[in-house]
């Protein structure tokens, strides 16, 4: 039933207020809510996301991770879990606990993963706030949120459920393309009071292991500029690395971030900065 407004007159007054209860419930049992926004899809925003869960995991903290790309999602695919189904108990639905992290997506749900998600809004914003409230998280030290590009209703509504200490991650690449849509995405936060830790500059150049050089496939100094104008750290500036890059198609976040000695240090970077 669509919500009309009007409380008073609602035949299921009272019913958005449990609802809320439980909600609160479950947020109330995590600690920091980490958001890693892009205006832009393709900007490795998901890498992020999940290489942030897999650190705070091996440094010993309590984490999930939410996807909540309905149409694109890549943690199964980065986690190596693409192959598995989520389960259930009486109290809810159990995440899959992968290299220490609790690790929740709709690819985990799906049968085939090549379906695609063929949803109107309403149904979307459903889904997405069982993947929240009805999930056994447990208690939990940070929740990362790996969000759809954009400001659109999944990105919207989320926001507005999450509560309580919360902080978005912006991920950019150098070029004007990006930024461009991650200077809305700035604005999206501004105006739903997030506060925003930091930007990080994914694809920061490629340097040649034959000669050593380092080439900027996507113009520089984007990420820099795009600090400097909203008054926000430079969390990190991460460059094209291609081992990296096919550790993550395999499945095998471990070996990526060892492969990419400078990524896993940027990240830690990251990591320190969010708290």
Same mark, same amino acid.
């Given at each position: 039933m669509a919500c009309s407004g009007n409380c008073s007159s609602c035949g299921?007054?009272?019913?958005?207020?449990?609802e809320d209860? +439980?909600?609160?419930? #479950? &947020? !109330?049992?995590?600690? +920091?809510?980490?958001? #890693? &926004? !892009?205006?832009k899809g393709g900007v490795g925003k998901s890498s992020v996301a999940g290489s942030l869960a897999f650190l705070l995991a091996r440094a010993g903290k309590r984490v999930g991770l939410l996807d909540l790309d309905f149409h694109g999602p890549s943690q199964p695919t980065l986690f190596g879990a693409a192959h598995l189904r989520l389960g259930a108990s009486e109290e809810g639905l159990l995440p899959l606990e992968v290299n220490g992290v609790k690790l929740i997506s709709i690819g985990l749900v799906m049968e085939d993963p090549d379906q695609a998600v063929i949803w109107r809004g309403p149904a979307k914003i459903g889904v997405?706030?069982?993947?929240?409230?009805?999930?056994?998280w447990g208690e939990l030290d940070y929740l990362i949120l790996d969000f759809p590009p954009g400001c659109g209703d999944e990105v919207l509504s989320a926001a507005q459920m999450i509560k309580g200490d919360r902080a978005a991650v912006i991920v950019t690449t150098p070029q004007e393309m990006s930024m461009a849509d991650c200077r809305k995405c700035i604005d999206f936060c501004k105006k739903l009071e997030i506060g925003i830790a930091g930007i990080v500059e994914n694809m920061t150049g490629f340097t040649c292991p034959d000669c050593g050089h380092t080439h900027q496939l996507f113009s520089s100094g984007g990420g820099e500029a795009l600090a400097r104008r909203y008054g926000a750290p430079l969390l990190a500036q991460l460059p094209i690395n291609p081992k990296f890059m096919a550790f993550c198609d395999n499945g095998d976040l471990d070996q990526a971030l060892e492969n990419a000695p400078e990524i896993r240090s940027s990240m830690e970077n990251v990591i320190k900065a969010i708290g």
């Open positions: 299921e007054k009272g019913s958005c207020e449990n209860k +439980k909600l609160n419930e #479950v &947020l !109330s049992k995590i600690g +920091k809510k980490i958001m #890693v &926004l !892009s205006g997405l706030k069982q993947l929240i409230e009805d999930v056994v």
